[in-house]
Structures are given as C-alpha cells and as structure tokens.
C-alpha cells in the first residue's frame, strides 16, 4: 500500500518523470599512481578546476584511451528510465552544445535515450568526473563540476512540473537552498511524488536535518546506499525511522541486496552477486528501474527485484554507456500487463 499522495494515478501525464540534477559527463581512464600524484591528483575523492581537468584529461590521452559517456545522478537516472520506455524530461545547467565537445556529448546521449532535454546553456566548460583506475585495483575520482553549478531557482521551468507525475532530484543539489525549496513547494503543490537520492555519505551528514525536514514536510522516495545510511542516521532501519513512515526509504546494499521502508513494512529484496569491476552508475540505474515499475502501480517488492536487475546490467561497463537492447527484456517486462 502506498500513502494517498503516491496512489495518484502517474500514466495520465504526458511524462512521467522531470529529473533535476546536473549536467555531467563521466570520463574514464587507467594510470599509476606515480602520474596521478605528479598530476596531483593524490585524494580518493576531490575537486578540481576546469582548466586543471582539462589539461589532466589531455595527458591522460596520451598514454592511453580514454571512456566517456553522459554522467550525474539524476541524468543517469533519466538515461536509464528513457531506454526503459519512460518518457522522461532533464533539466540542469551544460556547457554550449555548440561548442564544447563534452557538452555535445551529453546532449547527444540523453536525446540518444529518448529524453527531452531543458538545459541551460553557459559559457563555463560541461561539468566532468573522472574516474582513474590504477593497476593495484583502486579508484581516484575528480570532479570539475563546471557549467552544472550555474542552474538555481530562477532557472527552473515551472511548467514542466504539470506535465509531470513523479520528480527526481539529485541529492548533489541540496546545497542549492532557493533551488531544493522551490522544488519540493511545486512538487506538494501540485501532489507531485519526489524522489531523491542522498548521493554520497558527505550529503547525508551534511543535510540530515534538511532532509529530515522534507520527509517530515511531504512524503518521498528516499534512496540511499548503506555508507549514507550510516552517515544519515546510523543504521538502515534508524535511517528509515529519521525518514519517517510515509517516506518510502530504499536502502542499496550491493550484492547483499535491497532493504525497502514503508510505513511497519520492511522488505529485503535479494539480488544475484556480481564482481564491481566497475560500479559507477549502477544506483542510479536500479534507481531509474524501481521509478519505472513504481509508476507502473507495481509492489515495492516488485520495484526492487528490478531495480536490483537493471543495476546489474550497469556493473562493469563505463558508467551508464549501455544500448537499449542490453535492456530490452527489463522494459518489456515493465510494460507487460
């Protein structure tokens, strides 16, 4: 059973889904960690400049290829949803398709999917991840978020929230208080669902109370991995208890499956192992698939077993850079009556 304000029929729309989230592209690459430091990439995780992407990526071209495809949460989740037969809408903020290569491909990949695209287009470079393996197994990631910082309140469509039954926000937007709050005041006044994922555990601890605060304000889609529950609140079962009953609260466990919150419900929803060569991407995309089947009037349980499916299909590859047909089977099992 799902709360008044979720039963509200999500196939009348003429989409399903308005993700809001930034404009990302994720590039992939190999290199010891001898290059790395003198590069001075030496964290696990940081941010960087454009100008130092830039000039990082080119070196890393050098020595050898390197894997690009259309990043950020809520874009992958789009991505995904689109490739499932969703018809999904993305807005955010890009570099100009005309002239930045990365900001070309972005585009290029979400229509690619079947998505409408709303973005903003700036003068600052296409926001990129790279994402560095090295030969002993472990990950270096940079961030040069770019032309996504640039999207804000004023920059949100407000009819694109009628045409619309579910939102997706990225839990990387939260810092971004005018944008969070306009969002989620048109998501309630319109009955509209919300769904978010925190992102990272850094978001979790960092907007606890705030998103204690939106739970508490309207009922949504929390997801989350265990790191952020952890970060959010402590354990999957307190995270859902700081969410609060109505608040569906998902909670990625890798290969030991899905944990689902709702109300005195909790469903643990198994999943088949597999190796994480590559795991970038592959919430996102359970994330999109539990959205599709949700919308669908599918069970929780249901939602879950297929998003554990569709992440599956991610783990391995770059990022979320799959065909349809990789997907063909997922979607018409979605669409099947």
Same mark, same amino acid.
């Given at each position: 059973?799902?709360?008044?304000?979720?039963?509200?029929?999500?196939?009348?729309?003429?989409?399903?889904?308005?993700?809001?989230?930034?404009?990302?592209?994720?590039?992939?690459?190999?290199? &010891?960690?001898?290059?790395?430091?003198?590069?001075?990439?030496?964290?696990?995780?940081?941010?960087?400049?454009?100008?130092?992407?830039?000039?990082?990526?080119? +070196?890393?071209?050098?020595?050898?290829?390197?894997?690009?495809?259309?990043?950020?949460?809520?874009?992958?989740?789009?991505?995904?949803?689109?490739?499932?037969?969703?018809?999904?809408?993305?807005?955010?903020?890009?570099?100009?398709?005309?002239?930045?290569?990365?900001?070309?491909?972005?585009?290029?990949?979400?229509?690619?999917?079947?998505?409408?695209?709303?973005?903003?287009?700036?003068?600052?470079?296409?926001?990129?991840?790279?994402?560095?393996?090295?030969?002993?197994?472990?990950?270096?990631?940079?961030?040069?978020?770019?032309?996504?910082?640039?999207? &804000?309140?004023?920059?949100?469509?407000?009819?694109?929230?009628?045409?619309?039954?579910?939102?997706?926000?990225?839990?990387?937007?939260?810092?971004?208080?005018?944008?969070?709050?306009?969002?989620?005041?048109?998501?309630?006044?319109?009955?509209?669902?919300?769904?978010?994922?925190?992102?990272?555990?850094?978001?979790?601890?960092?907007?606890?109370?705030?998103?204690?605060?939106?739970? +508490?304000?309207?009922?949504?889609?929390?997801?989350?991995?265990?790191?952020?529950? +952890?970060?959010?609140?402590?354990?999957?079962?307190?995270?859902?208890?700081?969410?609060?009953?109505?608040?569906?609260?998902?909670?990625?466990?890798?290969?030991?499956?899905?944990?689902?919150?709702?109300? &005195?419900?909790?469903?643990?929803?198994?999943?088949?192992?597999?190796?994480?060569?590559?795991?970038?991407?592959?919430?996102?995309?359970?994330?999109? +698939?539990?959205?599709?089947?949700?919308?669908?009037?599918?069970?929780?349980?249901?939602?879950?077993?297929?998003?554990?499916?569709?992440?599956?299909?991610?783990?391995?590859?770059?990022?979320?850079?799959?065909?349809?047909?990789?997907?063909?089977?997922?979607?018409?099992?979605?669409?099947?009556?």
């Amino acid at each position: 059973m799902i709360c008044a304000t979720m039963k509200k029929s999500m196939m009348t729309e003429k989409h399903e889904l308005l993700c809001i989230g930034n404009a990302m592209v994720d590039v992939f690459a190999e290199a &010891d960690e001898a290059f790395l430091d003198s590069a001075g990439l030496t964290g696990m995780v940081q941010h960087i400049s454009g100008k130092k992407m830039d000039a990082l990526l080119e +070196a890393l071209e050098k020595n050898g290829s390197l894997k690009k495809t259309s990043g950020g949460g809520a874009a992958n989740l789009a991505k995904i949803a689109g490739l499932l037969g969703l018809s999904p809408i993305f807005t955010g903020s890009s570099g100009i398709e005309a002239k930045d290569p990365y900001a070309a491909l972005f585009a290029g990949e979400l229509r690619g999917a079947g998505l409408v695209l709303k973005l903003k287009e700036t003068e600052e470079s296409q926001g990129r991840c790279l994402v560095v393996k090295t030969p002993d197994g472990k990950t270096r990631i940079a961030a040069s978020p770019g032309a996504s910082l640039a999207f &804000d309140a004023a920059d949100l469509d407000e009819n694109l929230f009628e045409t619309v039954s579910l939102i997706v926000l990225d839990g990387y937007m939260l810092g971004r208080d005018a944008l969070v709050r306009r969002v989620m005041e048109l998501a309630r006044s319109g009955s509209k669902t919300l769904a978010l994922d925190l992102g990272a555990p850094f978001q979790a601890r960092s907007f606890g109370e705030e998103i204690r605060s939106f739970c +508490a304000e309207q009922p949504l889609i929390l997801f989350m991995n265990e790191e952020e529950a +952890a970060a959010f609140a402590g354990s999957p079962e307190e995270a859902a208890g700081a969410a609060g009953g109505d608040t569906v609260t998902v909670v990625k466990r890798a290969e030991k499956g899905v944990l689902v919150f709702y109300r &005195d419900e909790k469903i643990n929803v198994p999943t088949e192992a597999a190796a994480l060569s590559d795991p970038t991407g592959a919430g996102d995309a359970f994330a999109a +698939a539990f959205l599709a089947a949700f919308i669908r009037g599918r069970s929780l349980e249901e939602c879950a077993a297929l998003g554990n499916r569709c992440a599956g299909r991610i783990i391995g590859i770059p990022g979320t850079n799959i065909s349809a047909g990789k997907l063909e089977d997922l979607k018409a099992e979605l669409f099947r009556q």
